[in-house]
Structures are given as C-alpha cells and as structure tokens.
C-alpha cells in the first residue's frame, strides 16, 4: 500500500480540477468506430479539464471499394462523414495531442501513418517541440499488439521532440482498464464491443495530458 499511495498520493487531481488554456487535439483512425469513442470520451475528460478541444480524424486512405466490402467500416465511414480531417495547421494549432489508434499487425495503420508522414516540414522547422502527446489503442485480442501501436506512435513523436505524457500508473482508474501505463487500451469482440470498460481511464489519460501541457505552457511564458 505504501507503493501505491506514493503513486497516487500526488496533486495531480488538483492540477487536473483548475481551468486550463490548452488546446487539445484528438486525432484518430477507427474504421469501425471503437477508436472514436476513445476519441469522444478523451474530448470529453480534456474538456472537463477546461481544455479547448478538436476531434479530428485522418484522412480515409482505402480504395471505396475496401471501404464497401465490410459492412461496419461502411456504416462508420458514413456516420463520421461529418468529422473535420486533420490538417498540418491543426498540429500547429495544438499545445496537446492525444492519438488514438486500431492496431495493425501490432503496428499503427498505414492511414496514420500516411499522415504523419506529411509532417516532415512542420518537424524541419521545430513546430513540433513539445507538443505535449500522448496516445490510445485498441485491438481484437487481448494481447493482439495494443501496447506495441501505442510504442509505435511514441517512436514518431520522441522524432518530433514532443513530451511523451503516458498515464503510467498516476491513477487507480488504469488498473480497471486492464492496466496499460504506456496509453489506454482496450480489446474488442467479434461484434465489435469493447471488452474493458476504459471510459474512466480514457478521460483521466486527457486530464492528464492537458495538465502537463498546462505545465509546459506556463514554462514557457
Ligand atoms: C489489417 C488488420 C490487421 C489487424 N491486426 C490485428 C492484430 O495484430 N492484433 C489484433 O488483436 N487485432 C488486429 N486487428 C483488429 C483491429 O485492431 C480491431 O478491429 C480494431 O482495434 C477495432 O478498432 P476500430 O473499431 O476503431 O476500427 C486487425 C485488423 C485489421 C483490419
């Protein structure tokens, strides 16, 4: 107990409860919906935090015809038809970027990818230190490579200069979301439902984000 409460025994929840002036974007890839959610739920805990939000989604890389031979990426692509794209300028925009993403083979998806891969003029020209980030992951298996993607981002953004914010173990909430300190994760079944329940981990990871953007920001002025 004594490891625990010097874990948890911090003033972070007081850092978190104070307004901020962090502009938060959430940029992810989900083709049928689970990493939106993430995305939501993360919107919702950094606003709570008094951050100023955008959700944004990467662009749609697949050819139509991918898109139209499963039926739930067809229904989610048609339902966040409504979603802004990410742009270049909403990565300048951002003091805090929380990414989520489906695995892939253990690896982020090439959508992602494809998208960070655009950002190598923003990165020659330093608009990318310390971007305050962190990231989320889902997948089908319990160990099907979440915590693999979530590294895998990490590995862009150490690139960049950003400051990696994982959630660690900084709150008991992550240990009934199956206890992935690198980001929050979760599994989904074969109807597409998730399997832990994170929602509670997912809003203290954006809290926690924001909260440390909130601390660079204010070194820096
Ligand atoms: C090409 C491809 C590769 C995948 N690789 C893995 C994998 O390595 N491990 C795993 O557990 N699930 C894997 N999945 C399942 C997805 O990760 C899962 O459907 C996704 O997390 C659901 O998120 P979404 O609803 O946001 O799209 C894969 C799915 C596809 C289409």
Do not use: C
């Not at 990426?73 to 742009?87: M, Q, R």
């Not at 889902?138 to 160990?143: E, F, L, M, R």
């Amino acid at each position: 107990m004594g490891f625990l409460s010097k874990l948890f025994k911090n003033d972070s929840k007081k850092e978190m409860e104070s307004m901020s002036n962090v502009k938060l974007a959430v940029i992810y890839y989900s083709s049928s919906g689970t990493n939106y959610q993430l995305a939501q739920w993360a919107e919702e805990g950094a606003k709570e935090a008094g951050a100023e939000v955008k959700v944004l989604k990467v662009p749609e890389t697949a050819p139509q015809s991918a898109i139209e031979s499963n039926p739930a990426w067809k229904k989610h692509h048609e339902e966040t038809k409504n979603v802004p794209e990410v742009t270049l300028e909403d990565l300048e925009w951002a003091d805090a970027i929380i990414f989520s993403v489906p695995t892939r083979f253990g690896n982020m998806p090439s959508q992602m990818k494809a998208f960070l891969d655009t950002t190598g003029g923003l990165w020659f020209n330093g608009k990318l230190v310390n971007k305050v980030v962190s990231a989320m992951a889902s997948a089908q298996n319990p160990h099907g490579g979440q915590e693999a993607t979530i590294l895998s981002l990490y590995t862009t953004m150490y690139h960049w200069g950003a400051i990696v914010a994982a959630p660690g173990y900084t709150d008991p909430v992550t240990f009934a979301a199956g206890g992935n300190p690198y980001g929050t994760s979760v599994t989904v079944d074969q109807d597409g439902n998730m399997v832990e329940d994170v929602q509670a981990a997912v809003k203290h990871q954006a809290k926690r984000t924001v909260s440390v953007a909130e601390m660079v920001k204010k070194s820096h002025n």
